[in-house]
């Protein structure tokens, strides 16, 4: 029987899946039913009866796909990472911005790929805005996830929370400044859950564009603030999109502005595939969901699912 698509929901930049008999599972990796990962993933993909896939994960996965799917010229809708810029102009309403940047930076601890882990702000009102950002920052709440007043809670694993702690290090390597957090461990956590995979939400500041950490992937409740020059209104819009374009990824950007024509202007410019304006995770299933450069190939989403998962096909009869 031939397979009719795919659906595959993996990436390496989590922890493995762990039988559910035998210790608790890693929460947001799903392989539909199929444990072993390593023995599962390639012969799947790659077998010539299943005729397309669609993959969301990392970007490193998500490369090993379609090297393995090449050679059937199979159908593929890759929904990869991302290093997504959140861009606060002067004119913007100051509270909103800042409560839909501490919302970008470290919903879910910052494991969520449209995150707004690079947080442009223009240099005009980057005191006053830094200044409700960090003491909102200050006020997050690091804890047990059964704990409603809890606002952060732990990292998928081991292996992640170590990945996202070598960022922060790295930050201060590479000239950048903690603002708030760092790599020692919260200090609300609760006894019973000191072992627990917890990292403080980090604002870093200071970073020079070419830095690692404002180009790769962290994955975790890391942001970088960068200001931009907003001395003369047009280089400096010009100046912050080349900024936020000039990343491997193209997923998604917020920005954040009164002005609606700069709004669609830059919204425009912008190299990704869903902008926000003054807002964040603002989601409609209908329409059209995916990633530019690094970030995916295809679209997903109402239509354009019902376009991916099927064929069309042309009949013509001479009557």
Not at 123 to 132: G, H, P, Q, T, V
Not at 179 to 195: E, Q, T, Y
Not at 278 to 306: A, I, T
Request: charged share 20%.
């Amino acid at each position: 029987m031939r397979v009719q698509a795919v659906r595959v929901h993996f990436a390496h930049r989590l922890s493995p899946l762990r039988h559910p008999q035998r210790g608790r599972h890693s929460a947001g990796r799903r392989q539909h039913g199929l444990w072993r990962r390593a023995r599962c993933r390639r012969p799947l993909v790659a077998h010539p009866d299943v005729p397309l896939v669609s993959f969301t994960g990392s970007t490193a996965t998500g490369e090993r796909i379609a090297k393995a799917t090449a050679p059937h010229v199979k159908k593929l809708s890759l929904e990869l990472g991302g290093k997504n810029a959140n861009i606060v102009f002067a004119d913007a309403d100051i509270d909103a911005a800042v409560a839909g940047a501490v919302k970008a930076s470290f919903a879910n601890q910052g494991q969520i790929c449209l995150c707004g882990s690079r947080l442009f702000v223009a240099n005009s009102i980057y005191d006053i805005f830094m200044a409700k950002f960090l003491a909102a920052v200050a006020a997050l709440k690091t804890g047990d996830p059964a704990d409603p007043a809890s606002n952060l809670g732990a990292l998928v694993s081991a292996q992640h929370k170590e990945k996202v702690l070598s960022y922060i290090a790295l930050a201060v390597e590479e000239g950048g400044s903690l603002a708030a957090g760092g790599p020692d461990p919260p200090a609300d956590i609760p006894s019973h859950l000191a072992d627990g995979y917890y990292v403080s939400p980090t604002v870093v500041t200071g970073l020079d564009m070419s830095a690692r950490c404002n180009n790769e992937e962290i994955f975790g409740p890391v942001v970088g603030v960068i200001r931009f020059d907003d001395s003369s209104a047009d280089a400096g819009a010009a100046a912050v999109i080349a900024d936020a374009n000039a990343v491997a990824y193209g997923l998604s950007a917020s920005v954040w502005t009164s002005d609606l024509t700069r709004a669609h202007t830059v919204a425009q410019a912008l190299d990704v595939g869903t902008v926000w304006i003054n807002c964040w995770l603002v989601r409609d299933l209908r329409v059209p969901f995916g990633g530019q450069k690094h970030s995916g190939v295809g679209r997903e989403g109402g239509e354009y699912s019902l376009e991916f998962y099927t064929e069309q096909k042309t009949v013509c009869i001479k009557l």
